[in-house]
């Protein structure tokens, strides 16, 4: 089965300002790295880079698009959207949100423009008037979803009020609809000692309606993908090393990418012979 990359954004955002650097990143399994030529495309055009990260130094309007990657062996990854946006203000958010996803939203603004108090405004309602240009939006659900604003005045004469809108969409499927469990991360052996084969394994259960349903999975390590999605639902390191302790979490697909549901982050320390457990739930 050809696996789909998964691109991901250093910074996490999905609009930024003219003149900002943005990198992409085309992650793979494991067992698919090493020396690969990889493909980029913006709106299906094929670009100029064969390196597994495609960095903009410095973004320019053109530089807006729909972005996928692929290798010789791969499908091509689903298309993930970057806005270089000339608007003043700009409301920004991750790419994707999923449910269970921590979530913040940053009020990004031209340096030296404008001053506080920043407002936050949801559905139409302010949910934040403070110093910050961060609205921590806590764990994502059903209920995150809807219009968020961010409102910002400038520093010039006449004074004017800038403000920016993105629309935020968690993906629900409740009970009676959804075709598997939120999935959870679960670790063998535990706790996890140097040269351990560990075994980290991504458990979901289908409901009646998706019993027949194929379903993919992702591996990601402090929020770096190490094993693309496929069909395996886990993830297994032959002998473990310090430098794979980290923050695991799981993520669980359907074959289109319709759906799509992420675990809880859980933290795995490989022990040394003198070491104390340290493994433990964030």
């Known amino acids: 089965t050809r696996v789909r990359p998964v691109i991901s954004f250093i910074p996490n955002w999905a609009s930024i300002l003219p003149g900002e650097s943005v990198t992409l990143t085309c992650n793979l399994a494991p067992t698919l790295q090493g020396k690969q030529r990889f493909y980029?495309?913006?709106?299906?055009?094929?670009?100029?880079?064969?390196?597994?990260?495609?960095?903009?130094?410095?973004?320019?309007?053109?530089?807006?698009?729909?972005?996928?990657?692929?290798?010789?062996?791969?499908?091509?990854?689903?298309?993930?959207?970057?806005?270089?946006s000339m608007n003043y203000a700009i409301l920004q958010a991750p790419s994707s949100v999923y449910e269970g996803d921590v979530l913040a939203i940053r009020c990004h603004t031209w340096p030296g423009y404008y001053e506080n108090p920043t407002v936050f405004y949801k559905d139409g309602n302010i949910?934040?008037?403070?110093?910050?240009?961060?609205?921590h939006v806590g764990k994502a659900n059903h209920?995150?979803?809807?219009?968020?604003?961010?409102?910002?005045?400038?520093l010039f004469f006449p004074p004017s009020e800038y403000q920016s809108v993105i629309s935020v969409k968690v993906p629900h499927f409740p009970p009676f609809t959804e075709l598997f469990?939120?999935?959870?991360?679960?670790i063998n052996p535990d706790p996890v000692t140097l040269g351990d084969h560990i075994t980290i394994a991504c458990d979901t259960k289908p409901s009646p309606r998706g019993a027949t349903t194929e379903l993919q999975?992702?591996?990601?390590?402090?929020?770096?993908?190490?094993?693309?999605?496929?069909?395996?639902?886990?993830?297994?390191?032959?002998?473990?090393?310090?430098?794979?302790?980290?923050?695991?979490?799981c993520e669980v697909q359907t074959v289109t990418g319709s759906v799509r549901k992420r675990s809880d982050v859980t933290r795995v320390q490989i022990q040394g012979e003198c070491s104390l457990p340290l493994r433990g739930i964030i």
């Open 40 to 84: 980029w495309y913006r709106d299906s055009v094929i670009l100029d880079g064969s390196q597994q990260n495609y960095t903009i130094p410095s973004a320019k309007w053109m530089d807006s698009g729909y972005y996928q990657c692929q290798i010789n062996t791969s499908m091509k990854s689903d298309v993930a959207e970057l806005k270089v």
């Open 181 to 186: 469990t939120l999935p959870q991360i679960k």
């Open 143 to 154: 209920n995150t979803s809807g219009f968020y604003k961010c409102t910002k005045k400038s």
């Open 127 to 135: 949910v934040q008037t403070s110093d910050s240009d961060i609205l």
């Open 217 to 249: 999975f992702g591996f990601y390590r402090n929020g770096i993908n190490v094993q693309g999605f496929n069909s395996s639902n886990q993830y297994r390191v032959p002998s473990a090393q310090l430098e794979d302790s980290g923050n695991y979490t």
